[in-house]
């Protein structure tokens, strides 16, 4: 079956201009995740749901980032008032479940955010 | 929170040769997964495997959780190998899943 989509890949954006990033997980995945990934380094924790509910937003790095997941598949990653620092790859994950043997993690292909 | 070390963080290999990259890990844990990012950027599960021996063509992987350290087994190298492997480790339970990666091994493998 199809894996885990993310739209757009790549997203140029000014300074100061808000963006959402959209994460389409493999269909039946109950956990969704997001991560950030700097160039040369492994990605970092952001939020994570289970069906619509966010469980986890400790790694959201301020209060510009939020997320959401309102029907429990589909999730969006806005950040408001872009700043340079917010530059990086931004992935998406899912599994079948949040505990056991579902735990497994798939990845997207990632979004490449740059903020000039 | 768990610190997860890889070594080496470089790797330049002839095709052909084999390795063995490692991880180790601070604490326990019940999630362990190893990724290849490829140079498109595609992060590639290869392994889920918080204990135990798991084999899948020319890589192996070995995880002992008692000791806090993974390994992985790249046999007879080929150039479609080279990228970065990712060790990531996860405690599920509780309030979160995430998945805690490490700096991640550079392998480059010259024809």
């Known amino acids: 079956g199809a894996g885990v989509s993310q739209s757009p890949r790549y997203k140029v954006t000014k300074r100061g201009q808000d963006v959402a990033l959209r994460c389409d997980p493999i269909s039946g995945h109950v956990s969704l995740y997001w991560y950030r990934q700097a160039l040369g380094q492994g990605p970092e924790f952001l939020t994570y749901f289970n069906y619509e509910a966010q469980q986890d937003k400790s790694g959201l790095p301020n209060d510009r980032f939020s997320a959401e997941r309102p029907e429990g598949s589909i999730s969006t990653l806005t950040i408001q008032r872009t700043e340079q620092r917010d530059s990086a790859m931004y992935r998406c994950?899912?599994?079948?479940w949040g505990s056991g043997t579902g735990y497994e993690q798939y990845f997207g292909p990632g979004t490449r955010l740059t903020v000039t | 929170g768990i610190q997860v070390e890889q070594s080496p963080p470089d790797l330049i290999l002839q095709e052909g040769a084999n390795s063995t990259l490692r991880c180790n890990f601070s604490?326990?844990?019940?999630?362990l997964q190893w990724f290849h990012q490829n140079p498109w950027g595609q992060l590639i599960n290869l392994f889920y495997i918080p204990s135990g021996t798991k084999q899948n063509g020319r890589l192996s992987a070995t995880t002992v959780a008692t000791e806090r350290y993974s390994l992985l087994y790249i046999s007879s190298s080929q150039t479609t190998d080279s990228g970065v492997y990712f060790c990531a480790v996860g405690r599920y339970g509780g309030a979160t899943n995430k998945l805690i990666f490490g700096t991640g091994t550079l392998l480059a493998v010259q024809p």
């Open positions: 994950a899912s599994s079948l």
């Open positions: 604490d326990s844990v019940n999630n």
